[in-house]
Every structure is written in structure tokens, then in C-alpha cells.
């Protein structure tokens, strides 16, 4: 095959879902990202990894969003959430596309000889081949959620409902505070917070822990 087709056919591919999710993130913002991390195997830390990166890279996250599976799937929306020019966007999404594809190209290429070994003896073994990988797969996923529920159970002796919290509040309760953990680029995108709240971001929380206090009863919250 053309390796110039095969770029062509892997932006074809690749672009026009990368631009629906960005318009998507334009109008809907957050709640886009929160749909699509339902269905991600570790939801409760896809957004915030996703925009920890963009936070430290900018931009050029969309550069190497397709090299890393999740990010793959957010990098659009939150472009879109955090005001990224469509231009812009286009531009540097069009260019990741690029050097994705080409670099499995040259892969491809590069390889042929040992891939096609590869396929031959995946095409021997049958339908063990498949098992095999269907079974590796399972055991990842069940390790994930496994992993996942362990993390909820943990936290769900410590919790309390939004409801007993506004109660809590409007009865001048100062026993407690309330620590807003939200990234930069959720505040920007939706700039409203408990009243009373401190804003401190989840990973500098061991910096500022001296900022605390320690005899009141902390509620975090990071939506």
C-alpha cells in the first residue's frame, strides 16, 4: 500500500470525529468530558491527568495526544473547553495526526518482514490466538475495576452528601472547612465555588497542608 494513501486515509480517519469533539467541548464544556470518562476503565482520574498535561505542556499536548491511549480521546473537548482557536486547533490536531499515523507507517515498513511472521503464526494458532488475547484483556479490565472499587469503598466511610454539607453551611456550622481541589482550567471554565471555599489545587495540597486547619473538619470537592 501507498504509504501516502495510508497517511491520507489515517487523517480521513482521525479529523472529523477530533473536530466534533472539539465544537462539543466549545458549547457543552466539562460535562462533555465527564460522558465520555464514564466509559474510561479509571473515570475518576481521566479528566484531571488529561489536564494536568495540557496544563503543563499547552498546546503541544495535542502534538502527542494520539501516542496516549485516553488522552487520545479528551485532548479534543478540553482543547475546545479552554479556548483553543479553531484554527489553531485544526492546525496542531492535523499535525498530531500526522506524525501518529507516519510514525506507525515507518513502523510498518520498517518491520514488514517481522509483522508478517507475526500475522502468519497469529493465523496458525486460530482461534487460540484470539483467545489469548481476549483473555489478557479480561484480566487487565478486571484488575481495573477491581482497583476502582477498592478506591470507592475507601472513600465512601468518608463522604458527605451535598445535601448535609449546604445544611451544615446556612447553620453558620464553623466547625468545618471547605477546600475547592479543581484544577485551573475547571475554575476558568466554570468559575463558581462553594461560598466560604478555599481554593487549593489536589497536587499542591501537601504544600499548602499548613494552610488547614487541623482541629475542623475538612470537606474536599473537585466538580
Given amino acids: 500500500m501507498s504509504g501516502w494513501v495510508a497517511l491520507a486515509v489515517a487523517l480521513a480517519a482521525s479529523l472529523p470525529a477530533d473536530v466534533a469533539w472539539y465544537e462539543l467541548g466549545r458549547r457543552r464544556g466539562t460535562q462533555v468530558l465527564g460522558v465520555l470518562c464514564r466509559v474510561s476503565l479509571e473515570p475518576d482520574s481521566c479528566v484531571r491527568r488529561a489536564e494536568n498535561l495540557f496544563i503543563r505542556q499547552g498546546r503541544r499536548t495535542l502534538l502527542i495526544a494520539k501516542f496516549l491511549p485516553g488522552l487520545s480521546t479528551v485532548a479534543p473537548p478540553l482543547a475546545g473547553i479552554v479556548g483553543i482557536p479553531r484554527a489553531e486547533f485544526l492546525f496542531l490536531d492535523g499535525l498530531g495526526a500526522l506524525i501518529w499515523s507516519g510514525v506507525w507507517v515507518a513502523v510498518g515498513y520498517l518491520f514488514m518482514d517481522a509483522i508478517g511472521r507475526v500475522a502468519t503464526e497469529a ?61 485551573p482550567l475547571e475554575v476558568n471554565a466554570t468559575p463558581f465555588m462553594i461560598r466560604g471555599a478555599r481554593w487549593i489545587v489536589a497536587e499542591d495540597i501537601d504544600r499548602r497542608r499548613g494552610e488547614i486547619p487541623a482541629d475542623r473538619d475538612v470537606v474536599l470537592y473537585c466538580s
Fill in 123 to 183: 493465523a496458525r494458532l486460530g482461534n487460540w490466538a484470539l483467545i489469548l488475547v481476549g483473555a489478557a484483556l479480561t484480566c487487565y479490565i478486571l484488575v481495573k475495576c477491581a482497583q476502582r472499587q477498592w478506591f470507592l469503598r475507601s472513600l465512601r466511610v468518608a463522604r458527605i452528601t451535598p445535601d448535609d454539607l449546604k445544611r451544615r453551611l446556612e447553620a453558620g456550622d464553623d466547625s468545618l472547612v471547605v477546600i475547592d481541589t479543581r484544577s
